[in-house]
């Protein structure tokens, strides 16, 4: 089973994309799915985040607010924060795994903001970077509710850049031409990594 790893910078069409390999019949692990159970009532993240980030905890389940105001533009605190969240994630990435061979995937796609940030890169067989033009990423980023351009920069500022992401990836998808143009490439992606090719790129 190949394990494919999708990234891509915000505002890119990522979340997009993965519903296209979804619609395709590919099994995809939403990361940030994953983390949000983990942060809500119940989830395994809450308590040892409140303790870490005093203030964070609201009604039961981790405010996302308070611990972005808490961490955004704090490399130390980012660290803690993973250091908790990661090896929680990991633990249900691992049934989504078994889930998948069960139901004889012979690929999954595991849907990763941070791939490269975190290293995970190198746990993939290949890596599949959603990007678009610059000004197309910040129109449609600051079109959401309680954007600024602050908020972005910084955001950005924590993320490998496009140029990069897109020179270290197997596969580009491009969504600033339209949804059919990506939908194409994503059954291109998915049809050379059956046939055992890569984009022929990647570290």
């Known amino acids: 089973m190949k394990i494919v790893g999708l990234t891509g910078s915000i505002g890119m069409g990522k979340s997009t994309t993965a519903a296209m390999f979804r619609d395709a019949g590919i099994p995809v692990y939403d990361a940030d ?3 949000h159970d983990l942060y809500d009532q119940g989830g395994a993240a809450v308590g040892p985040v409140g303790e870490a980030f005093p203030g964070v905890v609201k009604d039961g389940r981790v405010d996302r607010e308070a ?9 130390e605190a980012l660290k803690r924060l993973n250091a908790i969240v990661h090896p929680l994630v990991g633990q249900d990435r691992v049934q989504f795994f078994k889930a998948a061979e069960a139901a004889g995937a012979d690929m999954v796609v595991l849907d990763i903001p941070l791939l490269f940030e975190t290293g995970g890169h190198a746990n993939v067989d290949a890596v599949v970077v959603v990007s678009a033009p610059p000004q197309m990423q910040r129109e449609r980023v600051l079109a959401r509710p309680g954007m600024t351009p602050e908020r972005l920069d910084a955001i950005l500022a924590q993320q ?7 020179a270290r990836a197997h596969f580009v998808v491009d969504t600033g031409q339209g949804l059919e143009h990506a939908r194409a490439q994503v059954m291109t992606i998915i049809a050379a990594l059956r046939a055992g090719t890569d984009g022929g790129r990647g570290d």
Do not use: F, I, S
Not at 67 to 75: A, D, I, S, T
Not at 160 to 166: G, N, S
């Open 33 to 35: 799915a994953a983390v």
């Open 67 to 75: 611990l972005r105001q808490q961490v955004l533009g704090n490399p």
């Open 160 to 166: 490998t850049p496009d140029a990069e992401k897109r």
